[in-house]
């Protein structure tokens, strides 16, 4: 980082975090599967996985350790124009992310509903977690063709995602490995789940045996009776 330059703001666009400083320009930072930043005293010796201190005026270090190295951490004058960002698609709480919008792309498409839901591209944010649990609440099957699912459906869709993320965030995420909040607590989204990660179980709508598919490398389930 830049000698003496101030941090005027913190933002998120998507899953990269912007750094904005005075001296014109801003931190670019990804957290990959399970990186993390911590404010520690300046003298707190690197353990293992800590890549990057970015030293403040208190004495202080901002350490980002990244023990699978799948983030980044980049230096951008303008950091909304970086190919990361510019061709991501709107954020799934935003105004912008409507069933009329998914209706509209995913004309003439033919890729799975799930796929064209997690492409980045389309929709920012809607991971394997989230768009299982979505497609099962607005009843769209994972493997469907994304052009072929109706304008209903597609809004159905749209609002499920959202009820779906708020409610996630209010129980703090979910937690299944490595992941904490900010104070150190687990998410507690993960008992809430209705088919992502229950292969073999019993749908809690109907009792019916859940399904299990690689839908583009990434593992689905799904319950054939309340999702078509």
Not at 9 to 26: E, F, M, P, Q, W
Request: charged content about 20%; aromatic content about 6%.
């Amino acid at each position: 980082m830049l000698p003496g330059a101030t941090i005027t703001n913190v933002r998120r666009r998507a899953k990269y975090l912007l750094i904005d400083t005075d001296a014109g320009g801003s931190a670019l930072l990804h957290l990959g599967m399970s990186g993390s930043l911590r404010v520690l005293p300046g003298d707190t010796l690197p353990r293992a996985h800590d890549h990057v201190d970015i030293s403040l005026q208190n004495g202080r270090v901002l350490r980002f350790n990244d023990p699978r190295r799948f983030g980044c951490l980049l230096w951008q004058s303008d950091a909304q124009a970086h190919e990361l960002l510019a061709a991501l698609g709107p954020e799934p709480l935003s105004d912008a992310f409507t069933g009329d919008y998914l209706h509209g792309l995913a004309r003439g498409r033919r890729a799975a509903v799930k796929t064209f839901l997690m492409d980045q591209a389309v929709v920012v944010g809607v991971g394997n977690i989230y768009a299982a649990e979505s497609l099962h609440r607005a009843g769209i099957s994972p493997l469907r063709e994304a052009g072929k699912v109706s304008l209903d459906r597609y809004r159905r869709l749209a609002a499920a995602v959202k009820q779906i993320l708020g409610y996630a965030i209010q129980r703090g995420g979910t937690t299944l490995r490595d992941f904490i909040s900010p104070d150190g607590a687990p998410g507690y989204f993960e008992q809430e789940l209705t088919v992502y990660g229950r292969e073999g179980e019993a749908c809690k709508q109907c009792g019916r045996t859940l399904k299990h598919a690689t839908i583009g490398q990434r593992a689905t389930v799904w319950c054939g009776s309340c999702q078509r």
